[in-house]
């Protein structure tokens, strides 16, 4: 099993920016993936971005251009730095961990708030 710490996020204005950091511990092999989920209040769980231990990256269409994931697999953690954020970037911020080969069950952060004020 892996456990994931976040850190990062707050309250920021809109247009600033913001990074989220996830450090990663236990049983990390394989080909793999990091990422970053968000659930707005009354909204179900989205995917923001994800890179792969290879350094390939996803995007949902409503960040791309204004987030970056990055990976360090020597610290097993990644970033994800957030610019130009609107309101409607406000939610909780879930890391995740899935491994890919071999399969394996997916691990979870315990979610950051980031709140975006217009």
């Known amino acids: 099993q892996v456990q994931l710490v976040e850190s990062g996020g707050g309250l920021v204005q809109a247009g600033g920016s913001l990074p989220l950091s996830c450090a990663a511990s236990g049983s990390i092999d394989g080909f793999n993936t990091m990422g970053w989920f968000r659930r707005a209040p009354g909204s179900q769980r989205e995917l923001v971005a994800f890179v792969s231990s290879t350094g390939g990256t996803n995007y949902a269409d409503s960040v791309k251009g204004r987030f970056t994931i990055s990976r360090d697999n020597a610290k097993n953690t990644a970033v994800l730095q957030m610019s130009s954020l609107k309101p409607e970037d406000t939610a909780l911020y879930y890391c995740?961990?899935?491994?890919?080969?071999?399969?394996?069950?997916?691990?979870w952060g315990q979610g950051t708030q980031v709140t975006v004020s217009s």
């Open positions: 995740n961990y899935r491994p890919i080969s071999p399969p394996g069950p997916a691990s």
